[in-house]
């Protein structure tokens, strides 16, 4: 079973950039299909990114295609989420989510592991 940890949020200006990782540990990392949700207070948490096992499919969200990337180092263990032309709109918990099924799915359903979740807040 894997466990996954979120790091790299924090506070930043509109405009800025940020890089979020989540590290995997607990399971061979490479099987899993893993994915970004983010939660901002009052709404439901919603699909940000996702990547496939190899790294080769990826999926996004409308609201952050062209400013966000993901990416996996999984000889690291590690899928990272960079964050560019970041907006007040983008301030919210991030939590990373792991499945080992092989579809790339947007639906929260679809996972099965989740992270503590680290937050990020993009002043105006």
């Known amino acids: 079973q894997v466990q996954l940890v979120e790091s790299g949020g924090g506070l930043v200006q509109a405009g800025g950039s940020l890089r979020l990782s989540c590290a995997a540990s607990?399971?061979?990392?490479?099987?899993?299909?893993v994915a970004w949700f983010r939660q901002a207070p009052g709404t439901a948490r919603e699909f940000v990114t996702a990547i496939s096992r190899s790294g080769g499919i990826t999926n996004y969200a409308d609201s952050v295609k062209g400013r966000f990337t993901i990416s996996r180092g999984n000889a690291a263990n590690t899928v990272y989420l960079q964050m560019n032309s970041l907006k007040p709109d983008d301030t919210a918990v991030y939590y990373c989510a792991a499945t080992l099924r092989s579809i790339v799915a947007r639906t929260k359903l679809e996972y099965n592991y989740w992270g503590q979740g680290t937050q990020v807040t993009v002043s105006s």
């Open positions: 607990g399971g061979t990392f490479a099987s899993y299909t």
